[in-house]
């Protein structure tokens, strides 16, 4: 099945009132298991490369994003390539060239002024390069190892009337919006403020992204998607259960050198944790418990 275009996926998934999970890309093995759990799901997925998982493969995407690409053509179901957390205008403009058809430019750090000139330049760019793009307003706390932000500090909740005037004036295709979750997070306690995000579908007519949904619990994550969110990211979920299955089998085999043996367990047990989160989404499956895979 050819690559699935980002843009269509969500947008089919808003006008049903449903959300496409997008799990964040590693390792081949996280790409392989995304495809595999949303095969046994029988759901379309996104699988997205992050600009840090980018610098991790020694700052090159093309190895990792075309794999991820030859992953998503081989699979049953519809499955897009999006390049998460773009920071750099360089890494951006090798986008089109590796497979992706979308980009999250991510200029929330900046003062509101300066994001809004960044993304709208981004967003130029990348709309002429036939590229859907998602912005982030407010900050979805908890990127690289900083704590997450407290509720009430400048920024740690969109404003639905700023987030307004934003995509106008930026021309983004989708929104992630600060409504309470973080990154990062290896327990589901992540609370979000659904009265906010009811006021942000209100106010925007475009699809919005839910980040940092390791941490928010199941019940919470069907309520965001009632409430408007069309895309739901989900990465250190897969990590905690690919790192819990190879901690698990090296430590009962201290003389496992294949890493066959232990990458396979790890790539498993991810496969079960998206089947599990795409089950969520869609209504109809068990609770996402266990990550660490049977034995
Ligand atoms: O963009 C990626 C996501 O926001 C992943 O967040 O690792 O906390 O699930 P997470
Ligand atoms: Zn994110």
Redesign the pocket.
Known sequence: MPLAATGDLVATAAAEHRAVA?F?VITLEHAEAIVEGAERAGTPVIL?I?ENAVKFHHGRPGPLARAAAEAAQQAGVRVALHL??VHSASLLHQAADCGFSSV?FDASRLPYEENVAATRSAALWAHRHGLWVEAELGQ?G?KNGEEPLDAHAPGARTDPDEARAYVEATGVDALAVAVG?????TARTARLDHGLLGRLSEALDLPLVL?????VPDAELRQAVTGGISKI?????LNTAMTSAVRAHLADDPRAVDPRGYLGLGRTAMSRTVAAFVGVLEGAAAPVVAQAPAR
């Not at 979750?181 to 997070?185: D, Q």
């Not at 990211?233 to 979920?237: R, V, Y």
């Open positions: 997008a964040n997205q992050s998460d957390h999250m979805v908890g979750s973080s990154h990062a997070m980040h940092g949904s390791s941490g990211n989900i990465g250190t979920a």
